[in-house]
């Protein structure tokens, strides 16, 4: 079955850095879109940023657009995002999915952003 397993969160400050990293079993991972979404406390699922199955084409919300990249490595069934530049706004439990937020996805991974 789809497994995906989040991890690299963590506290950060503003202005730093963090990289998620999502790993990927049970299906074939070079096919599909993957996308990283998140959970504000208190307000809905939000995407933040989307791959197509080949790398080359990406979407990111504005919220995020220029701080935050997402990746793949389709050899080894990883998804990541580098996060730049993070603003206390971007404190969310941030979780990767298959084909779109509403699709499989993992436990997620909590990013905290305060000083």
């Known amino acids: 079955q789809v497994q995906l397993v989040e991890s690299g969160g963590g506290l950060a400050q503003p202005g730093g850095s963090l990289r998620l990293s999502c790993a990927a079993s049970?299906?074939?991972?070079?096919?599909?879109?993957m996308v990283w979404a998140r959970q504000i406390p208190g307000k809905g699922l939000e995407s933040v940023a989307g791959?197509?199955?080949?790398?080359?084409?990406?979407w990111y919300a504005d919220s995020v657009k220029g701080r935050f990249t997402i990746s793949r490595d389709n050899a080894k069934n990883m998804l990541y995002l580098q996060m730049n530049s993070l603003k206390p706004e971007d404190t969310a439990l941030y979780y990767c999915?298959?084909?779109?937020?509403?699709?499989?996805r993992g436990q997620g991974t909590q990013v905290t952003v305060a000083s």
């Open positions: 049970g299906f074939t991972f070079s096919v599909y879109t």
């Open positions: 999915a298959k084909v779109n937020m509403y699709g499989p």
């Open positions: 791959i197509y199955s080949d790398g080359r084409d990406t």
